[in-house]
């Protein structure tokens, strides 16, 4: 059973608009969440980490958490095609190992 | 210190060869972390260690894997026997236990088994 989802995309948007990744998990206990972005043949890159419930932003980037539905998202204001790229949901519980979902390969059109 | 560092960044070997990665962390960190990175997947947790003592090995890493971070500084990841069922990313990050804002990745290790 996977413990993190993410609709796998690919999500196409076109430049200037908002792009909405979104996450889901099955463990009520996990504690703290986090968005990481990774171009094709790169590394993941930490974009922005949240704890508790409601939004968090961070320049153009706004998380979204709703520990009750069990949700989490990321929200890209005036996507740019630099933005391009697949961005991976993990969570853990306390300090401990991250566990990953298997990311959604977004697309932003000139 | 500029990061995590992981060598080599390319290996490509023969189907039963042995394999040996190293990754150097954050000096100041004192968690290491190994993760396999398939196409189209996201990481999948391995092994990871709290200066040098292994705390935890994933299910899914078989007796062909094992890690070792001797000194609690550098760590090495060998693989033997190779199969193609390894061709991978294989990810090494860093972290303090103290704290909780994420890992920093080094730029992987991409295996190939022929």
């Known amino acids: 059973q996977k413990e993190v989802e993410q609709n796998s995309g690919p999500l196409s948007v076109p430049e200037g608009a908002i792009a909405s990744l979104n996450c889901t998990y099955s463990?009520?206990?996990?504690?703290?969440f986090f968005w990481y972005r990774q171009y094709s043949g790169k590394s993941p890159e930490l974009i922005m980490f949240?704890?508790?419930?409601g939004d968090k932003e961070d320049g153009r980037f706004t998380a979204q958490l709703n520990k009750a539905s069990q949700y989490v998202s990321l929200l890209i204001r005036d996507s740019q095609p630099s933005d391009s790229a697949t961005y991976l949901c993990a969570l853990n519980w306390g300090a401990q190992k991250l566990v990953f979902g298997q990311g959604t390969r977004l697309t932003i059109n000139p | 210190d500029t990061g995590v560092s992981q060598d080599p960044r390319h290996k490509i070997t023969k189907r039963g060869q042995n394999v040996t990665f190293r990754c150097d962390p954050i000096s100041e960190h004192n968690r290491l972390y190994w993760y396999r990175q398939t196409l189209g997947q996201g990481p999948e947790f391995l092994t990871y260690?709290?200066?040098?003592?292994?705390?935890?090995k994933s299910r899914l890493l078989s007796d062909r894997f094992s890690a070792e971070r001797p000194k609690g500084s550098f760590s090495t990841l060998e693989i033997q026997r190779t199969e193609q069922g390894d061709s991978a990313m294989y990810l090494c990050?860093?972290?303090?236990?103290?704290?909780?804002?994420?890992?920093?990745f080094g730029s992987g290790t991409r295996l190939t088994v022929v």
């Open positions: 260690f709290q200066n040098e003592a292994q705390l935890e």
């Open positions: 949240i704890y508790s419930n």
């Open positions: 463990d009520r206990g996990s504690q703290s």
């Open positions: 990050a860093s972290s303090f236990s103290t704290e909780n804002y994420g890992y920093t």
